[in-house]
């Protein structure tokens, strides 16, 4: 599974972003898709995913101030981020994976795309 990875940038505190996350390959193999994020010196931690069923999960911080969505037809997921904050800066990387219950076993990732958001 390849994913291609676009958007980002930097924004002020309070402003919006986006990201898109194009899957090709093996997509069959996975069923999960989504963005987790690492800041400077810190564990790489979930955003949020979304699976096939469009059922979505967001780690606490993301919590009603980011969506993600998912075209089924291009194998992309969206992740629009609102309300930006300083410490949601770091680069965010697009995960695919497979979903085991409660647990996502992600085995594919892309390079990682810088957000920035000065205050």
């Known amino acids: 599974v390849q994913l291609a990875e676009s958007g980002g940038g930097q924004a002020q505190s309070g402003g919006s972003l986006s990201l898109s996350c194009a899957a090709s390959?093996?997509?069959?193999?996975?069923?999960?898709l989504g963005w987790h994020r690492q800041a400077t010196g810190k564990e790489r931690e979930l955003v949020a995913v979304i699976g096939r069923n469009h059922a979505t999960e967001f780690g606490d911080p993301f919590k009603g101030r980011f969506t993600i969505s998912r075209d089924d037809t291009k194998e992309t997921v969206h992740l629009t981020m609102n309300s930006l904050k300083p410490e949601d800066t770091g680069v965010y990387y697009c995960s695919a994976g497979l979903r085991y219950g409660n647990w996502v076993k992600y085995e594919h990732w892309g390079q990682g795309i810088p957000v920035t958001v000065s205050s």
């Open positions: 390959g093996e997509i069959y193999t996975v069923d999960t």
